[in-house]
């Protein structure tokens, strides 16, 4: 299987709801990069609804998914904060945050039950939230004289590369962006041009 330096985040943060037995379930999609944005968010959510029964979540932080969390919050184990996670999970989707809010309405809902109703508002909200494609990338910087400059703008010619910064001063400083999937031909490439340095970020 070939590597893909693609992944997937939420479009727009977006809200929807449903009902089950007389319960509601308010779900929301946060696009977040940090768990301080995801305590922010839970935050505001908690202070937004201070009387719901439970506010039970799932995230998924980074390019690669690397972090992956649940809360039940109080719900039986397994059964609200795990099926929004596989919500997320299905949907390929990375840097997000589910959050569903419950309102009790009097009727037990038994695990079954309740792993659908979490997992269907989560599947609801992320659908509302949309999809959009981004590139794994890695930062370099590159280092160089002024009067090798064209070196840098011939080592990226050829690479899908973003120049994020220059800097100008006894050097000229290069800040790029280079798709994972080209780091070691970039790397190789880099190795014979005349430059000062060539250095992950």
């Not at 997320?88 to 309740?114: C, D, E, H, K, M």
């Not at 909200?125 to 703008?153: A, C, M, N, P, W």
């Not at 970039?186 to 005349?194: D, G, L, P, Q, T």
Request: one cysteine or more; charged letters at 25%.
């Amino acid at each position: 299987m070939l590597f893909s330096d693609t992944y997937y985040e939420i479009q727009n943060d977006a809200e929807s709801s449903l009902r089950e037995k007389g319960s509601r379930f308010l779900a929301y999609s946060f696009e977040v990069k940090s768990e301080l944005q995801i305590k922010e968010k839970l935050h505001q959510l908690k202070s937004k609804y201070p009387d719901a029964t439970h506010h039970c979540y799932a995230f998924v932080l980074g390019q690669g998914s690397e972090a992956q969390r649940f809360n039940d919050d109080g719900e039986p184990s397994g059964s609200a904060g795990r099926p929004i996670l596989r919500a997320i999970l299905s949907a390929q989707l990375t840097n997000v945050l589910v959050v569903v809010v419950r309102y009790f309405g009097g009727t037990l809902l038994g695990i079954p039950g309740l792993i659908e109703a979490y997992g269907g508002a989560a599947k609801l909200v992320l659908s509302d939230s949309g999809k959009i494609e981004r590139v794994q990338e890695e930062q370099f910087v590159i280092k160089t004289t002024f009067e090798h400059e064209q070196e840098i703008h011939h080592l990226l010619r050829g690479f899908d590369a973003r120049i994020l910064d220059r800097q100008y001063n006894d050097t000229i400083i290069y800040t790029v962006a280079i798709r994972k999937t080209e780091i070691m031909q970039f790397e190789s490439k880099a190795e014979k041009a005349y430059l000062l340095e060539v250095r992950v970020v």
